[in-house]
């Protein structure tokens, strides 16, 4: 999901040195994870309200503003620092939408006609998604991914987001560990516990990352 690594050292070193269209290639290239990322953690509600895409621009614009006190002192991988910030933004819309107005955004109901499908496809669960099913399978498979859903949606804040950013944003435990401030190990018993609980709670199996 996030853009190679060594192409992204080579662009932060050229960052470095002042180039100016590396640094554009350099935020150009992760605008796309971060809208992932985005929109995988965006209640649907707030999404009828607010783009991921605005939420995207301003953590690039952000970026940009604090780009040389990131290369000076590097404290993280680039991905990593890029998707703090667009948590921190995902937070604050949150909070900003649901807290600080005096109405419920549940109660809002999408436009008629409205088109919620590219969100819909980066909702976790989409995985199971095959579009060559007949009508009965579809459904069942649709039953499926709501479990999926709603036993995600259970899980404590933390075990949900080592889920999502190992089998969705495709980080490494060692990522997750550094994104999460823990230690490589609890990393891992998160990941499996979380797993575990997930399974218990669909009362079906989930994939698993070859070589645990």
Same mark, same amino acid.
């Given at each position: 999901?996030?853009?190679?690594?060594?192409?992204? %050292?080579?662009?932060?070193?050229?960052?470095?040195?002042?180039?100016?269209?590396?640094?554009?290639?350099?935020?150009?290239?992760?605008?796309? %994870?971060?809208?992932?990322?985005?929109?995988?953690?965006?209640?649907?509600?707030?999404?009828?309200?607010?783009? *991921? *895409?605005?939420?995207?621009?301003?953590?690039?614009?952000?970026?940009?503003?604090?780009?040389?006190?990131?290369?000076?002192?590097?404290?993280?991988?680039?991905?990593?620092?890029?998707?703090?910030? @667009?948590?921190?933004?995902?937070?604050?819309?949150?909070?900003?939408?649901?807290?600080?107005?005096?109405?419920?955004?549940?109660?809002?109901?999408?436009?008629?006609?409205?088109?919620? *499908?590219?969100?819909?496809?980066?909702?976790?669960?989409?995985?199971? #998604?095959?579009?060559?099913?007949?009508?009965?399978?579809?459904?069942?498979?649709?039953?499926? @991914?709501?479990?999926?859903?709603?036993?995600?949606?259970?899980?404590?804040?933390?075990?949900?987001?080592?889920?999502?950013?190992?089998?969705?944003?495709?980080?490494?435990?060692?990522?997750? #560990?550094?994104?999460?401030?823990? *230690?490589? #190990?609890?990393?891992?018993?998160?990941?499996?516990?979380?797993?575990?609980?997930?399974?218990?709670?669909?009362?079906? %199996?989930?994939?698993?990352?070859?070589?645990?």
């Amino acid at each position: 999901m996030w853009p190679d690594s060594a192409q992204t %050292a080579e662009l932060l070193a050229r960052a470095r040195d002042g180039d100016a269209a590396a640094v554009e290639r350099l935020l150009a290239g992760h605008r796309e %994870a971060l809208r992932r990322m985005v929109q995988l953690r965006m209640d649907p509600a707030l999404a009828r309200r607010v783009d *991921s *895409s605005d939420v995207v621009q301003e953590v690039l614009i952000e970026a940009n503003r604090r780009l040389t006190d990131y290369l000076a002192r590097p404290a993280m991988p680039f991905a990593l620092w890029l998707r703090s910030m @667009a948590r921190d933004r995902l937070i604050d819309a949150h909070r900003r939408h649901r807290e600080a107005a005096r109405r419920s955004l549940d109660r809002e109901q999408p436009l008629a006609g409205g088109d919620d *499908s590219s969100t819909a496809a980066l909702q976790p669960g989409a995985w199971l #998604a095959d579009r060559e099913l007949t009508p009965a399978a579809a459904a069942l498979q649709a039953e499926a @991914a709501r479990r999926f859903q709603e036993a995600l949606a259970q899980l404590d804040e933390t075990d949900r987001e080592v889920l999502l950013m190992r089998h969705f944003e495709q980080l490494s435990n060692q990522e997750v #560990a550094t994104a999460l401030g823990l *230690s490589e #190990a609890a990393a891992s018993m998160r990941h499996l516990r979380a797993i575990k609980r997930l399974r218990a709670s669909i009362g079906q %199996a989930v994939p698993e990352e070859a070589g645990e």
